[in-house]
């Protein structure tokens, strides 16, 4: 979604997108506003262990956690939690994407600090829902039940997740008002995330369990990795449980989805046009250019996307772009590793 400048030696979360900060350094950074240096921990894979930790601070090298092959959310979870299982079987986990943007820290801490109580009191799985703004067709949504409401702890039980829906979708949940946005946080007590793990995700469960064996005593699980299903937490777990919560906040978030998210954040000028970089805009309104000093110009035209890249250049319009994996997609066929 954000090629050409992301790459698979470079994905999103190591560019440097609305700053001058990755948006891996900018999560760390607000989770360590919240929690001591070594209570954050990063999961990744091994090709990029060396990168993450030479470009990232706040995070102790140990705790850097390589997976040995990206498998999806499920599996790289799984293993962050036999990780931290070592030192506290009973701690408190937070899962975090590392490239979301997220806009008010106080009311952001204090979700964190919710979610933990209503995770210990109640031996629960919760996730944090954000109240929609608007019906977005780009984000997943969590049904809760309004009526079952845990009153001291203010939680909701969860009823549905939804994937991104279609516009008339979007409105409908909106309308119905038990819908709220899925940010992708989810908190719990590692040992009830494993315990769920067992019952919904057996296969995986007993994987984790021989890799947590290799891990005590120092021996590579690489070959146990590689039998692994890539399954994601959401479809694996979180759509078959039945004991997990909701918790509603109102901070800002946004999960810089495409480059029409990107624009939608940043500062424009009057007619909608925004430059980063070398470039100008002549007749046209509403355009998107982004480049490191790589002259653009674009003439005549609205509401296009341009990027640049030392090697590589993409024009889309802005009502297209979520269909840039086509370009990916015609690399991958031509075998253009050097462009991937």
Known sequence: RFW???RQAQPKQLLKIIGDQT??????????????TEAVYISTRKDLNTVIKKEIK????????????????????GLSALHISKIDNEAVMGIFPADHLIVGHRAFEKALNHASKVAV???????????PTFPSTAYGYIQYDPDKKVDKLDAYPVRTFAEKPHLNTAKRFIKSKDFLWNAGIFIWKIDVFLEELGQHMPELSEQLQKIRKRIKSRKSFADIWTEIVPESIDYGLLEKTKNIYVIKSDFRWNDLGSWNAVYDVLPKRKDGNLVKGGGVVIDGNNNFIQNNDHFTAVVGLDNVVVISTEDATLVV??????????????????ERQDLL
Do not use: H, W, Y
């Open 317 to 334: 319009n802005k009502d297209n772009v979520e269909d840039v994996r086509k370009a990916v997609d015609f690399l991958i066929e031509k």
């Open 4 to 6: 050409p400048m992301s």
């Open 121 to 131: 009191e109640r031996e629960a799985l919760v996730t944090i829902g954000i109240q």
């Open 58 to 77: 706040g995070v102790l090298p140990k705790n850097i956690i390589a997976e040995p092959s990206g498998k999806n959310t499920a599996p790289c979870i």
């Open 23 to 36: 948006m891996l350094q900018i999560t760390v950074d607000r989770l360590s506003k919240c929690k001591k």
